[in-house]
């Protein structure tokens, strides 16, 4: 599975939980609309970690960053390319 | 058609259009003041007034709020706790011209000195320390040698005074310093944008200048729906405050509304509601066995006698817990709803408490910037750096980062007076009890998040209407009672009074 459809997958079973719909745009906000919150990031950042490898450096982290599914492949890609 | 309290304004395609035109913006500049003005708010109208600049010249924005806030920092000198301030200034025994400007020029002094503090914490990454860390550890050194080192009078004055302003500065500062890799707003726009106008805060609402740059409205219509629901949200306050009047009146005898120009009273288990020349009665009866006992006063009590009414002592920390609650929202929303008038489009600060779906939620909901400081600031960082532990012992290790120590020395640098007056160690003493609820709370939300996390969400109509919010309220109930900054409140008399509540002594 590529990333995206991976992170896809993940944030809306996330976003059921949390009582909302699944359905997202790739653009859309996420952590400032406050449809997930800092622990969804948590769990995000751990499959991340463990699909991926790619681990996040806890001098330059921003929450913020995870804010829309663009970003966050953004972020695996630049992880996947840096080897990370 | 269907009615609600706070309607969305916002949503509404004419009142969008109307907020865009010259006399729409007067007309909500108008009901903002109207609004500041019924919630008591303490400067209503240098408030509006400088809401009028963001309002009709939203292109200054960002100049605007560094000249409110500046403004107020020199005009609601306060702010920075002015009786501290004025013990220290003494020291210089100073003549009456002297002592008139001595407080702006040491604020003067001390911003220019943060500034310069933060330039030299920038360049700690070259070492791979965090800015922050490095702000935390010579906050820590300085307050020590201001406690014990031997140091003339002055100098220690001196000392103490720059701490007093850096205590209010430090928050936003540390937000600041987290977002050093980042393309950041120049260093004067960091330091007039901390504690901001619309609050005296010291949790930063809505955290700090880089992020208001993130959330400013983009647009005239972003400022307009922005602006819109910051009247709602100031609205829905109104309502929450007369809410707290009716459940003061109903639970305590006496409630106020309009800075006590109207009161809610209880006279012979009638509610009453007048003014100074007038009463009239509501014809609502309350029973008798309603009566709250003040919290403290309840507590003080229970700690000197056999302490056995169990349902006096539920009622005083059930009432104390929903006052605290309902505090927390109004204050949250008149801050927030200035904060969208000025066209910043922040989250609210307390979103429905009482729907939480679990410990670790209900923090989310009850206190989001307050949350949102320890979680970015110490949560994520303790957490991203654990990565060799397994995941559960992550993540505690992480909470109890944030929960314990991020919770603990926030509140030891908002008590600088404590410090002042009892040095270091005897400040950190007097915390105990408030170590102890940190320590009670971060077990709660890790335990939360770790069972959540196993079951998925998979709970029953009975455990998610009604076992989980008396779990959920239950504990933050019982956990308030170790929250007590008086002086000499003992973890036993605590422990005695939680041991009440359920008939034990």
New interface residues.
């Given amino acids: 599975m590529d990333i995206r459809s991976s992170l896809r997958q993940f944030i809306e079973q996330r976003l059921l939980e949390y009582g909302d719909t699944p359905d997202f745009d790739g653009d859309e906000s996420l952590i400032l609309s406050a449809r997930l919150d800092s622990l969804a990031v948590l769990f995000i950042v751990m499959h991340i970690e463990q699909e991926f490898g790619v681990y996040f450096d806890e001098l330059s982290f921003e929450l913020e960053d995870f804010d829309t599914l663009d970003q966050m492949v953004v972020l695996v890609e630049n992880g996947l390319n840096d080897g990370r | 058609m269907q009615l609600t309290l706070v309607p969305a304004i916002e949503r509404s395609p004419r009142l969008l259009t109307a907020a865009q035109t010259l006399v729409g913006r007067l007309v909500l500049i108008a009901i903002a003041w109207l609004l500041l003005v019924l919630l008591n708010y303490q400067w209503p109208l240098p408030t509006v007034a400088a809401l009028a600049l963001f309002i009709l010249w939203p292109q200054y924005r960002r100049e605007w709020l560094s000249l409110a806030t500046v403004g107020f920092w020199l005009f609601g000198f306060q702010w920075f706790g002015e009786q501290a301030i004025a013990e220290q200034l003494q020291l210089f025994a100073l003549g009456p011209a002297a002592s008139a400007v001595a407080p702006l020029i040491s604020l003067a002094l001390a911003v220019l000195l943060i500034g310069g503090i933060h330039a030299l914490l920038f360049q700690l990454?070259r070492w791979?320390i965090?800015p922050l860390a490095g702000a935390i550890i010579l906050y820590a050194v300085l307050a020590i040698l201001a406690s014990y080192a031997p140091l003339a009078e002055p100098w220690r004055a001196v000392l103490w005074l720059f701490l007093i302003y850096w205590s209010r500065f430090f928050w936003f500062g540390a937000y600041t310093l987290h977002?050093?890799?980042?393309p950041l707003p120049g260093r004067w726009r960091q330091l007039s944008h901390a504690l901001p106008f619309w609050s005296p805060s010291d949790i930063p609402y809505p955290k700090a200048a880089a992020?208001l740059q993130?959330?400013e409205a983009k647009d005239a219509e972003a400022a307009a729906v922005s602006q819109l629901k910051g009247v709602k949200l100031l609205y829905w306050a109104l309502w929450l405050v007369l809410f707290t009047a009716l459940f003061k009146a109903t639970f305590y005898g006496y409630g106020e509304l309009f800075g006590g120009y109207v009161r809610l009273v209880r006279d012979q288990g009638e509610l009453l509601l007048g003014a100074d020349s007038w009463a009239v009665a509501t014809g609502i009866v309350i029973p008798q066995w309603l009566h709250v006992d003040d919290y403290f006063r309840t507590f003080d009590y229970c700690a000197v006698t056999a302490c056995d009414d169990s349902w006096r002592n539920w009622k005083a920390i059930g009432a104390r817990f929903i006052e605290d609650l309902l505090w927390t929202a109004v204050m949250g929303h008149v801050a927030i709803g200035i904060v969208r008038l000025a066209g910043y489009n922040a989250?609210r600060n307390t979103?429905n408490p009482v729907a939480s779906r679990s410990i670790?939620?209900f923090w989310?909901r009850y206190n989001y910037y307050f949350?949102?400081l320890l979680?970015?600031l110490f949560?994520?960082?303790?957490?991203?750096?654990l990565?060799f532990c397994p995941?559960w012992l992550r993540?505690y290790l992480a909470v109890i980062f944030a929960v314990c120590f991020g919770n603990f020395l926030f509140h030891l640098v908002r008590g600088i007076d404590s410090t002042i007056r009892y040095g270091v160690w005897d400040a950190v003493w007097e915390f105990r009890t408030f170590f102890l609820y940190t320590l009670i709370l971060a077990h709660g939300i890790f335990l939360s998040?770790y069972i959540n996390?196993r079951r998925?969400?998979r709970k029953s109509w009975l455990e998610r209407r009604i076992a989980t919010p008396v779990i959920v309220l239950g504990f933050f109930c019982l956990a308030t009672v170790f929250v007590d900054h008086r002086r000499g409140t003992s973890i036993e008399s605590q422990l005695k009074f939680i041991l009440s509540l359920f008939g034990l002594n």
Avoid: C, H, T
Wanted: aromatic share 16%; net charge positive; proline share 9%.
């Fill in positions: 990454p791979n965090r977002d050093w890799n980042r992020y993130r959330i989250l979103v670790a939620d989310n949350k949102e979680v970015n949560y994520f960082p303790a957490f991203l750096s990565r995941p993540m998040q996390e998925r969400g």
